[in-house]
């Protein structure tokens, strides 16, 4: 089991900076892959960025060169770190783990809003 707790939510302008955290219950060097994902109102929840137990990272086209995602296997934790945001990005943000056992488990956090306006 992996328990997930999301931070750094809030309140930001248009063009602002954001840095969401994902605390994790385990050691996460030894979980596949973490990532986050989002969910706008009346919309379906889309990936945002993931990164392997290796370092690999991906990005959604909608967000590549604004947002990063990094891990700290020390701390485990899984940040995603937003810059100049925009309205767009205004969601709950989830944190995900994914891990192959037996088969592949998957994780979800309660999620963090995150609201963009001026």
């Known amino acids: 089991q992996v328990q997930l707790v999301e931070s750094g939510g809030g309140l930001v302008q248009p063009g602002g900076s954001l840095r969401l955290s994902c605390a994790v219950s385990?050691?996460?060097?030894?979980?596949?892959?973490m990532g986050w994902y989002r969910q706008a109102p009346g919309k379906q929840r889309e990936l945002v960025a993931t990164?392997?137990?290796?370092?690999?990272?991906n990005y959604a086209d909608s967000v590549k060169g604004r947002f990063t995602i990094s891990r700290d296997n020390a701390k485990n934790t899984v940040y995603l770190r937003m810059n100049n945001v925009e309205a767009e990005d205004t969601a709950v943000y989830h944190c995900?783990?994914?891990?192959?056992?037996?088969?592949?488990?998957?994780?979800w956090g309660q999620g963090t809003q995150v609201t963009v306006s001026s």
């Open positions: 995900n783990a994914r891990e192959f056992t037996s088969t592949w488990q998957t994780y």
């Open positions: 385990r050691v996460i060097r030894s979980i596949d892959a």
């Open positions: 990164i392997t137990s290796g370092g690999s990272t």
